[in-house]
C-alpha cells in the first residue's frame, strides 16, 4: 500500500533547468534506497540516478555533472535537479522507492520531460 508520485516535469529550452520531486507514503515502511529512470520513444529504460538512505548516489554517464539527485529522509521524498538541460534528455522519468523487506520497487505514473531546441 505505498504511494509514490513523481511531479516537477515540464517543457523547456535546451540549456534550461528543472526540478523533480517524489514522494512515497502510505503504510509504514522503511527505504533501502530511491531513484530515477527514464524512456524516451524507442528506447529501452535507463537509470537515471540512484540514491541510498544513507545518501550514497550514483549516475548514469551521460548525466554526470549536469544532475543532481537528493533526498529527506524524514519526508521519503527525492528529488532530481537538472541543469544544462539537453534534446536527448527528452524522456519520461520514473520514480521508483525499493523498500526494506520486499523485492522489486514502487513506481510512480512518471512525469514528461521535454527539452525543445
Known amino acids: 500500500q505505498v504511494h509514490v508520485v513523481e511531479s516537477g516535469g515540464g517543457l523547456v529550452q535546451a540549456g534550461g533547468s528543472l526540478r523533480l520531486s517524489c514522494a512515497a507514503s502510505g503504510s509504514r515502511f522503511s527505504i533501502n534506497a530511491m531513484g530515477w529512470y527514464r524512456q524516451a520513444p524507442g528506447k529501452q529504460r535507463e537509470l537515471v540516478a540512484h540514491i541510498t538512505s544513507g545518501g550514497n548516489t550514483k549516475y548514469a554517464d551521460s548525466v554526470k555533472g549536469r544532475f543532481t539527485i537528493s533526498s529527506d529522509n524524514a519526508k521519503n521524498t527525492v528529488y532530481l535537479q537538472m541543469n544544462s538541460l539537453k534534446p536527448e534528455d527528452t524522456a519520461v522519468y520514473y520514480c521508483?522507492?525499493?523498500?526494506?523487506?520486499?523485492?522489486?520497487?514502487?513506481w510512480g505514473q512518471g512525469t514528461q520531460v521535454t527539452v525543445s531546441s
Open positions: 521508483v522507492a525499493d523498500l526494506v523487506g520486499t523485492r522489486g520497487g514502487y
